[in-house]
T-cell receptor, first 114, second 113 residues
Framework: GENVEQHPSTLSVQEGDSAVIKCTYSDSASNYFPWYKQELGKRPQLIIDIRSNVGEKKDQRIAVTLNKTAKHFSLHITETQPEDSAVYFCAASKGYSSASKIIFGSGTRLSIRP | ETGVTQSPTHLIKTRGQQVTLRCSSQSGHNTVSWYQQALGQGPQFIFQYYREEENGRGNFPPRFSGLQFPNYSSELNVNALELDDSALYLC????????????FGPGTRLLVL
């Protein structure tokens, strides 16, 4: 069945350093890959997404890369700041007709050390 | 913040009871998806409604059911509650169609005793 694996489950980095979170997906028909940030007690918020016709996308300090052949995608956060501390979820979606079920990874708890 | 709202914010029920959770989608969105998020885990897809029809379902038993109304708001109903149903229930709205971005509501935290 459809599955998204996410690593690592926890990540601690020094403020100012970079953080990388990696995900793999099982369904080769997946074509949309959003990343969500969830702070404690709050809703998941979309921070960046990438579609299968693009290999890389960047938005200020955040970038996402996609390797369709290997079925891997990664989130890169540069120059980390204390407000980057949160749980990050990768996800994969196989849109068909009007449905867009999203399969989430298990999450990465990112802590930024001052 | 998104324009997606959910009610109630918190709920306590006992095993065997029934519960109804509500979601108002963002203006202009015709698709609502429901997710269950257990503590420390990622959201799990329950089902999706598009223009008042169920349009995709995850691995949840039939006691999880839903509705979408003409204004595209939605309800999630859970019958015969079990202890394992305790979780944060999230709805997300989108414009519909493949690969459309989903925007989450704040969630309803359900505790089953």
């Amino acid at each position: 069945g459809e599955n998204v694996e996410q690593h690592p489950s926890t990540l601690s980095v020094q403020e100012g350093d970079s953080a990388v979170i990696k995900c793999t997906y099982s369904d080769s028909a997946s074509n949309y890959f959003p990343w969500y940030k969830q702070e404690l007690g709050k809703r998941p918020q979309l921070i960046i997404d990438i579609r299968s016709n693009v290999g890389e996308k960047k938005d200020q300090r955040i970038a996402v890369t996609l390797n369709k052949t290997a079925k891997h995608f990664s989130l890169h956060i540069t120059e980390t700041q204390p407000e980057d501390s949160a749980v990050y979820f990768c996800a994969a979606s196989k849109g068909y007709s009007s449905a867009s079920k999203i399969i989430f990874g298990s999450g990465t708890r990112l802590s930024i050390r001052p | 913040e998104t324009g997606v709202t959910q009610s109630p914010t918190h709920l306590i029920k006992t095993r065997g009871q029934q519960v109804t959770l509500r979601c108002s989608s963002q203006s202009g969105h015709n698709t609502v998806s429901w997710y269950q998020q257990a503590l420390g885990q990622g959201p799990q897809f329950i089902f999706q409604y598009y223009r008042e029809e169920e349009n995709g379902r995850g691995n949840f038993p039939p006691r999880f059911s839903g509705l979408q109304f003409p204004n595209y708001s939605s309800e999630l109903n859970v019958n015969a509650l079990e202890l394992d149903d305790s979780a944060l229930y999230l709805c997300a709205s989108s414009l519909g169609g493949a690969r459309q971005t989903q925007y989450f509501g704040p969630g309803t935290r359900l505790l089953v005793l």
